[in-house]
């Protein structure tokens, strides 16, 4: 069951930024804010790893859609922000469910999504969702990794996998020596067992899917990019010339790339017989 709170953007805005509070599929509470401008359609905003839904770039994006008139939902995943649970290393598949979850709410609510978005891990959740549920005919993949084998020891350490493997588990700390999470052997596996080119191939040939990367992104290559071209059947490539992993200096880039392939998206739709 959804709670929803609301207060008006601002003294002469007709929109309104909502609490929203959406149950996944382990009783856990995904607390999200809705952009609502009173349109049908939804875009569904997701967070990248260990972040939440108010990020810049989650903000940016759900405004940009609110001014074009589209309501946008952006929400924390499980284990992050607000919403319930804890914090776990791995689960792409299982966020990707918490997405199937709010998609549900908002169809039971008579509404359209017309879009899901995610960036960095949330571009995993995203083709994930797209892979098992072929309800959703845009798809926005930012930054997102391709081969999740690679990037482990760049963010967690050296010789991480042997640590995991001898003592089932490895803190990690920050500058200050505080344990940030805890990535255990189940949660490790599950980052090495999630196969994005097979999930990708799984992907419906009717589903567009954009796939935007910086050129200077220094987290995930941008040959990831080319990788997810190379394997989703319907699939668009958006290179951002100087853009970091988080789009710091081309937001607005960013922002125009993905409200002109969601309007592109709707206007085929509105003219199909």
């Given at each position: ?5 609301s ?22 509470k995904?607390?999200?804010i ?18 939440m ?29 607000e919403?319930?649970g ?7 598949r ?6 199937r979850?709010v998609v ?9 999504i017309t ?5 960095s891990?949330g571009?995993?959740?995203v ?9 959703i005919?845009t798809v ?5 990794r ?23 588990f ?16 189940d949660?490790?596996?599950?980052r090495l ?7 990708c191939?799984?992907?419906d ?39 970091d ?25 509105n003219?199909?017989?």
């Amino acid at each position: 069951m959804a709670q929803i709170s609301s207060t008006h953007v601002g003294p002469n805005s007709v929109n309104l930024q909502q609490k929203v509070i959406v149950s996944n599929n382990y009783g856990e509470k995904l607390v999200g804010i809705l952009h609502e401008t009173g349109s049908k359609e939804i875009a569904v905003l997701c967070h990248g790893f260990k972040s939440m839904k108010d990020e810049k770039t989650m903000v940016n994006l759900a405004v940009a859609f609110e001014n074009t008139g589209m309501s946008a939902f952006r929400f924390d995943f499980a284990g992050n922000g607000e919403s319930e649970g804890s914090f776990q290393y791995g689960n792409y598949r299982r966020e990707a469910e918490d997405l199937r979850a709010v998609v549900q709410h908002f169809c039971e609510k008579k509404r359209v999504i017309t879009a899901i978005l995610g960036h960095s891990k949330g571009g995993n959740a995203v083709l994930l969702y797209a892979s098992k549920y072929h309800d959703i005919n845009t798809v926005i993949n930012i930054s997102g990794r391709f081969n999740l084998k690679e990037g482990i020891e760049e963010r967690l350490g050296k010789d991480v996998m042997q640590k995991v493997k001898e003592d089932g588990f490895v803190d990690v700390r920050n500058n200050e020596g505080d344990v940030i999470f805890r990535v255990t052997e189940d949660s490790m596996m599950d980052r090495l067992n999630t196969d994005m080119r097979e999930a990708c191939l799984a992907i419906d040939k009717k589903c567009r899917v954009l796939t935007i990367h910086g050129s200077a992104d220094q987290i995930t290559p941008v040959g990831d990019a080319l990788e997810f071209a190379k394997v989703i059947p319907n699939h668009e490539l958006q290179i951002i010339e100087g853009a970091d992993h988080g789009y710091t200096s081309h937001q607005p880039e960013l922002a125009s790339f993905i409200l002109a392939f969601v309007t592109a998206g709707l206007k085929k739709e509105n003219h199909s017989p």
